[in-house]
């Protein structure tokens, strides 16, 4: 079942280290953006880009399996046509508890593959989007 309801989506949101599937070494993009804006509220981003060195200050992994801390919401802003190899990423790892698949963003039977593996999956929605709807003064 996914994520819909709010308490679920707050007490996730909780969880404070995400690998950023993707992220952008590009200001302005929405991969580069939203993990600044998590960064900025005392999210650990982890960033995960096969093609840069660093992204936000932070050395950049190839991929989920080359990341070495633990990792608690892998945050995905790649093409849908390439969640179901991130999926298989994310189920190989033992420590990921949430993939979270930015706006536009799903592939149906991956995410129950993910779900059925013990995984919180929250599909075509922003984390930066739900933070501050959720976390609002």
């Given at each position: 079942m996914p994520v819909e309801s709010d308490a679920e989506l707050r007490e996730?949101?909780?969880?404070?280290t995400v690998a950023v599937v993707g992220c952008?070494?590009?200001?302005g993009k929405d991969a580069h953006e939203i993990p600044k804006y998590l960064t900025e509220h005392g999210y650990d981003v982890i960033p995960v880009n096969p093609n840069a060195e660093e992204v936000l200050d932070r050395p950049a992994y190839d991929s989920l399996s080359e990341v070495k801390e633990e990792i608690d919401i892998v945050d995905v802003?790649?093409?849908s046509e390439?969640?179901?190899?991130?999926?298989?990423?994310t189920l190989d790892r033992e420590d990921v508890m949430v993939l979270w698949l930015?706006?536009?963003i799903s592939d149906p039977e991956a995410?129950?593959?993910?779900?059925?593996?013990?995984?919180?999956?929250?599909?075509?929605?922003?984390m930066k989007v739900e933070h501050q709807r959720l976390h609002a003064p």
């Open positions: 996730l949101l909780g969880l404070r952008s070494t590009t200001p802003f790649r093409p390439e969640v179901a190899g991130i999926v298989e990423e930015q706006l536009g995410e129950a593959r993910a779900e059925e593996g013990g995984i919180h999956v929250v599909s075509d929605r922003c």
